[in-house]
């Protein structure tokens, strides 16, 4: 290769990086994949170094995007510098040869903490009050969204404790929770919103938006992994900087750990890398740090990273194959949905069939077409993605793929509603729709009834045994015996499902009905506030949004489900079959066992999910917190608890197991 050509892949693979990170930083939008970002740019890197050919502008110069102009922009007075990034242990052992060399031999350890993949964050506070909140953006300067910022509950408004220095300077991570990001993922799809490819690219989107509002119920979460303080002691570690954190009121990465060699390092990351889909939230891998603050300085950085940390990368969730087909698939509310039908690959362990395209706008931003090989996304339990397509030049591509006029399933006409980016068919008689109301009923959240799946549901409303879930009750197992894989035993086991369900609470019953916009928390809300379905039925779209969570466009949906007669008439025939239509007395009147307590929950539990347990405090009375505080009753610790349980004990917080908890609503 001469200069010349190897000027002209640089230039190349600059555009194409420089492209990538606007949409990155400027859109929230990922164009490639990280695995695929991390390789242009160390090859873009090889070719600066060995034609000398490094100009300032260069990606491997700079760091992040360019400052947005919607926002002030703010100078950080120390930059915030992007890590270096690693795929493999081998290169991890190298950069604790740099470490070493560069400490000439002196004795240190590392700081290993879980990497949230979500947008890095600067908060000021002034004599403990929060001043600003601003982005990376180009590491030296970048957006203030202090307005967005101050919506974040796990950020404290004022800072707690008694060490509060004149001036903080503190560093960490927006992200959002996979079942929070999923939640609201599929809320966005009723309504025919564009949909968010992942939680980061949701969050850094929220945080760029305009209207703190709209941040406000938006579900971001915050934790802190660096503190900046004006005159710091030389002795003060990473260790010791969290607890600083926590002590402030800040939240910090639970998952963390202390090693004394880098041994030690990468036996921790083989055990995160198998738990990696454990966790709550999404995470790409680990960030490991010189211990000791005051070889920071000694080591130093370079324009764009610093020598003294590096992230390692867990193997990337992602594969290359080719688009068979681009079906269409009709949702419970009619939202019609593009799916990529794929060339069979393994990613993440399983086998990947299908991807979900989202909408039109997303197929046509993408230029996604039939034949065209692509890279496939799956990060946690998430559903895959069409990251991007590979050969977006190559030629004798397929024609762009457009949307028909009539529904795929039953021939309507779709439509578009008023600020709706989806099409929609509006027949409710449409049978993925039926169906899709039938499974939703049955699901865990709502009816939790076993054995009623999708193979099973499509069977009976095939064979014209059911229409609505109402007609559930009305079965026999004489009336199931005669379908595909369904025995006496599975039969009658079915039946004792469907008659079980009766028994669920009131708040299950409500979001089982599948009201638009009413997920979980909306349906316990409803419940709460008004005991009865026939107290619901008949309160104002104004008395609805006097509950909590509730605003107009909810109200307007629940008003407008209880007009239509045939949902009456539906919720009649189930209270004929004897299904709970109004909370139990000892849920609204009488003291409950956890009544005025507030839980905090941490670590991995022995028996009971997360969200089990929380529900389980909630049904009793209690309520279910974030982060630790003065006003916590008990904290409820598994394996794995961290910063909290620290937390907890330093404010004297009681801690119980689960067994405790157990006995407590025994």
Known sequence: MTKEQAYEKILTLRQELDKANDAYYGNAESLISDFEYDSKLEKLLELELHWDLQEPDSPTVRIGGKPSKEFPNVVHPVPMLSLSNTYNLDELRDFDRRVLQGLENAEYSYSAELKYDGMAIRLRYENGKLVLGATRGDGQKGDDITANIRTVDDIPLRLRGDFIPEVVEVRGEAYMEIAAFDEMNQMREEEGQAVFANPRNATAGTLKLQDPKIVAGRPIRFFAYDLLLENSDTELTQTKKL????????????????????????????????????????????????????????????????????????????????????????????????????????????????????????????????????????????????????????????????????????????????????????????????????????????????????????????????????????????????????????ANNLIEAIQKSKKQPFERVLYALGLRFVGNKVAKDLAKAFGSIDALMQASEEELTQTDSIGPRIASSVSLFFDEEKNITLINRLKEHGLQFEMIKDETDGPQKLDGLTFVITGTLPGLKRKEAADLIEKNGGKVTGSVSKNTSYLLAGEEAGSKLDKARKLNVPIISEEELLDMIS
């Open 243 to 490: 607890e600083l954190l926590t002590n402030m009121g800040l939240p910090v990465c639970e998952i963390r750990s202390e090693c004394a060699t880098i041994d030690e390092v990468c036996d921790l990351i083989e055990q995160w890398d198998l738990k990696k889909h454990s966790y709550p939230f999404e995470t790409d891998g680990a960030v490991i740090k010189v211990n000791q603050e005051r070889y920071r300085d000694l080591l130093g950085a370079t324009s764009k990273a610093p020598r003294w940390a590096i992230a390692y990368k867990f193997e990337a969730e992602q594969a290359i194959t080719q688009i068979l087909e681009i079906t269409l698939q009709v949702g419970r509310l009619g939202t019609v949905t593009p799916v990529a039908e794929l060339e069979p690959v393994q990613l993440a362990g399983t086998t990947v069939k299908r991807a979900s395209l989202h909408n039109e706008d997303e197929i046509r931003r993408k230029d996604i077409r039939v034949g065209d090989r692509v890279v496939v996304e799956k990060a946690g339990e998430i559903i895959p993605q069409v990251v991007s397509v590979v050969n977006p030049d190559a030629e004798n591509r397929s024609e762009p793929f457009t949307m028909p006029d009539k529904c795929p399933a039953c021939g309507s006409e779709l439509v578009r509603m008023d600020g709706e980016v989806a099409l929609r068919c509006i027949n409710p008689s449409c049978p993925p729709q039926v169906r899709s109301r039938i499974e939703h009923f049955a699901s865990r959240d709502a009816l939790d009834i076993d054995g009623l799946g999708e193979a099973v549901v499509s069977q009976l409303v095939e064979n014209g045994l059911i229409k609505t879930y109402a007609d559930l009750y009305d079965l026999n197992a004489e009336d199931l015996i005669p379908l595909e894989r369904m025995a006496e035993k599975s």
